[in-house]
Nanobody
Framework: QVRLVESGGGLVQAGGSLTLSCAAS????????MGWFRQPPGKEREFVAT????????VYADSVKGRFTISRDNAKNTLYLQMNSLKPEDTAVYYC?????????????????WGQGTQVTVSS
């Protein structure tokens, strides 16, 4: 079983930056495609970014492309989300998730393991 723990959330002013981390347990992290999702207040969970097992392919939601960067360090079993130029509409609980397979995927149904979430609040 893969266990995921997010960290790095907090309160930031609009235009600022945050880096989220997701630490994965186990020794098979390098075989899993990974993703970041977020759930704004009163809204459904939505896709943010995904990365394949090797890190060679990434896909971003239109709302964050050019501002967010997903990356991974397989040697450290850690997934990252670098968030720049943050906007108030980025306010949400952010979740990391792991696939059963190695490829990218842009919907929550493609993921089987989820972290507990970390709150990101962007003030204006």
């Amino acid at each position: 079983q893969v266990r995921l723990v997010e960290s790095g959330g907090g309160l930031v002013q609009a235009g600022g930056s945050l880096t989220l981390s997701c630490a994965a347990s186990g020794r098979t992290f390098s075989m899993n495609g990974m993703g970041w999702f977020r759930q704004p207040p009163g809204k459904e969970r939505e896709f943010v970014a995904t990365i394949n097992s090797s890190g060679s392919n990434t896909v971003y939601a239109d709302s964050v492309k050019g501002r967010f960067t997903i990356s991974r360090d397989n040697a450290k079993n850690t997934l990252y989300l670098q968030m720049n130029s943050l906007k108030p509409e980025d306010t949400a609980v952010y979740y990391c998730a792991a696939r059963q397979f190695s490829g990218i995927y842009t919907t929550a149904t493609g993921y089987v393991y989820w972290g507990q979430g970390t709150q990101v609040t962007v003030s204006s």
